[in-house]
């Protein structure tokens, strides 16, 4: 376990204040970033309080990536392929998990992400790009419409404000995600665990959390199965993974984020955003977004669950999660 792990609220309040009692320079937002802190839909761009950038890679079609559109609200800045970056890279090629113990180094520094295709992820240099304080994210699930439910796989906002929030920065996450319209169901379907996260210290303490957190959530899925295998529920597979017309690209490896919006309504999630109670899920189709991007018509289809339901099995899920512990506790 990490040093520091039970230290209060109050003990990390007081980690950033100087002799004099004041918050260190770190807390100043940088010249030209929003003395409030955070930037909300519809604020003036680029007053975001912390530095965010990004390595992109041209793989997605710029109307409907994340990272293009934090460019275009002038949240994020382009590198190069050569540049390296001070802060916190939260990438693939991480070595330890995004940690509360990286608060200084987002706050002073920033983070950055790779803004390219899963399915691409191997013509990636990653020698040339990245820095010293390499990131992966710990268990997360993506509430993204193209992968939405899907865990790990996160998009570039997602992945940004997954790293803020662990951090201890929630109001940065939520100001960033306030610029999608399924943003803040990231931040609900994930809330508990980002919570876990930070609670912890460091990259040590933060996989010990999910090592649990997994374990758990196995554990009742092997126990729900067991007390009622026909339930259909399960039988439905991940219902998480919504089949309507917009959801065509929303194969495992499909990097295009599309902006419409699959809110969920009168749906409860649990840990793993699965759908635990509600008898429809309403697929709305909009884009709330103020940019061009995408059609607007909106759309709203009352789909029965056991109609929304793809194949996927929820045992891959399961399986994979196995793989996971057995790889962490390796
Ligand atoms: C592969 S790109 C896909 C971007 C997507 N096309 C979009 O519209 O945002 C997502 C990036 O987010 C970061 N990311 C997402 N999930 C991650 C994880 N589990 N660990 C480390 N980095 C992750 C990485 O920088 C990764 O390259």
Not at 290 to 308: G, R
Request: aromatic residues 6%.
């Amino acid at each position: 376990m990490g040093k520091g792990k039970n230290k209060t609220t109050e003990d990390k309040g007081s980690k950033f204040r100087g002799s004099n009692g004041h918050k260190s320079k770190q807390h100043h937002f940088r010249k030209g970033r929003s003395e409030g802190g955070v930037q909300h839909k519809g604020e003036k761009a680029n007053s975001f309080p912390v530095k965010l950038a990004m390595w992109d890679f041209d793989h997605c079609d710029p109307k409907k990536c994340s990272g293009k559109k934090l460019e275009r609200l002038g949240l994020i800045r382009n590198m190069r392929v050569g540049q390296k970056f001070s802060g916190i890279v939260v990438s693939p090629n991480g070595k330890g998990v995004v940690c509360p113990d990286d608060r200084e180094l987002v706050e002073t520094n920033g983070c950055a992400v790779v803004e390219c295709s899963w399915a691409r992820i191997e013509e990636i240099p990653f020698s040339r790009i990245g820095g010293k304080h390499e990131r992966l994210l710990p268990y997360l699930v993506a509430a993204n419409p193209v992968n939405y439910g899907r865990p790990w796989k996160l998009n570039c906002v997602e992945a940004i404000a997954a790293c803020l929030a662990i951090v201890g920065h929630m109001e940065w996450a939520e100001a960033l995600l306030d610029n999608f319209s399924w943003g803040r169901t990231f931040l609900d379907i994930n809330r508990e665990l980002l919570g876990v996260y930070a609670s912890c210290t460091d990259s040590e303490s933060v996989q010990v959390a999910q090592k649990k957190w997994l374990e758990q959530i196995e554990e009742e899925a092997k126990h729900r199965k067991e007390r009622a295998p026909d339930e259909d529920l399960w039988m439905l597979g991940n219902v998480n993974r919504k089949k309507h017309a917009d959801d065509q690209e929303s194969d495992e490896d499909s990097d295009e984020d599309t902006e419409s919006t699959n809110d969920s309504e009168e749906v409860q999630y649990d840990n793993l955003g699965n759908v635990i109670s509600g008898g429809k899920i309403e697929v709305e189709s909009e884009d709330s977004d103020e940019d061009d991007e995408s059609d607007t018509s909106e759309t709203e289809n009352e789909v029965p669950i056991h109609e929304t339901a793809n194949n996927r099995d929820i045992d891959s899920d399961i399986s994979k999660i196995s793989k996971n512990i057995q790889h962490l506790s390796a």
